[in-house]
């Protein structure tokens, strides 16, 4: 049995009743909802005030932020539409599948050049202003596309080669699995991604001792940003767990058969939505500066709803 088909066996046969299903789906909209607004709120601020526009600190943090909606939005609308319509066209479910690969990988990116913006603010003060500019910035961002763009465009050359011509006229479950679904694509994925992200730690945790043995003797500052750098590497631990979530799946459907549905259901909630999460309540909320700002952007609109 391929891929694809132990997939759709799997799904067919934890199908949901009606009244689940109808709530399981309003509680990932509302999420979604929520988080967006949070979000949107943040970007608003963003824009308005030039102390932060300005700031390539703020500008990657408000590029997360984009990125977190983008896929937020992604993921809710692939969940929404396996209940609603089940199959969909391969086509469709490909360029979605592609946009959310793409959304997830940035990410740990974006986060490891947050860790290097402030090893520089810390360790090269003097240098941080004539290093960090804000057209580098922009070229950063634009680099991060292109490269988890040129990680997942490969998945999809890989299929157009091998797959039949009817199977992209055919209707499929949308996973990521049944949309790339041969075998040499996951062995490639997986040992891509234990490069990218080993890669990833090695900044963070070179950042982060760096930042360390100056925040020794050196300012508040220092500190904050070994702090913000920790943050930086629970928010990657909760990115990696989404490349294991496969494994995790497997384990829950063999301890937890006759629930097995709710517990991927719990694994969506915990693993997906909950994660996009962290980064306005870990850097907007808590820094002093965003935050402020953010209060009266919130303030105003309680008061025009009054």
């Known amino acids: ?12 046969e934890y199908r949901d009743s009606f009244a689940k299903a109808v709530i399981k789906n309003v509680i990932v909209v509302l999420l979604s909802l929520l988080i967006n607004y949070i979000n949107a709120g943040l970007i608003y601020t963003f824009y308005e005030h030039q102390i932060f526009n ?12 984009i990125n977190d909606m983008i896929q937020v939005s992604m993921s809710v609308t692939l969940f929404v539409t396996s209940y609603i319509l089940y199959k969909i066209p391969v086509v469709t479910c490909c360029i979605l599948i592609l946009f ?11 986060l490891a050049c947050m860790a290097i913006e402030c090893y520089i603010a810390i360790c090269l003060p003097l ?8 057209k580098r910035t922009v070229k950063v961002i634009g680099l991060i596309w292109v490269t988890t763009i040129l990680f997942a465009l490969p998945d999809l050359f890989q299929t157009l080669a091998i797959e039949p011509l009817d199977f992209f006229k055919s209707n499929i479950f949308c996973l ?12 490639r994925r997986n040992i891509t991604y234990i490069t990218y992200l080993g890669l990833v730690w090695c900044v963070l945790f070179y950042t982060y001792f760096r930042i360390l043995f100056t ?10 940003a070994r702090n913000t750098i920790f943050l930086h590497a629970f928010q990657l631990l909760l990115c990696m767990v989404t490349y294991v979530e496969h494994l995790l ?17 719990a694994c969506y909630i915990v693993f997906q939505i909950l994660p996009r999460s ?23 609109k309680i008061r025009i709803k009054s």
């Open 215 to 224: 925040a020794k003797t050196a300012s508040k500052d220092a500190k904050k």
């Open 278 to 300: 962290i980064s306005p309540i870990l850097y907007g909320m808590r820094d002093t500066t965003f935050r402020k700002y953010l209060k009266k952007y919130l303030l105003c």
């Open 54 to 65: 300005s700031n390539p600190r703020y500008i990657l943090f408000c590029h997360l932020v």
């Open 249 to 265: 799946k497997q384990a829950l459907q063999q301890w937890f058969p006759e629930h097995y549905s709710d517990s991927l259901f």
């Open 1 to 12: 049995m391929n891929v694809s088909s132990a997939n759709v066996t799997v799904v067919v």
């Open 127 to 134: 240098r941080h202003a004539q290093i960090c500019t804000i």
């Open 100 to 110: 959310g690969i793409i959304t997830t990988e940035n990410s740990p990116l974006n």
């Open 176 to 187: 990521r699995e049944t949309a790339f679904r041969n075998p040499s694509i996951i062995e």
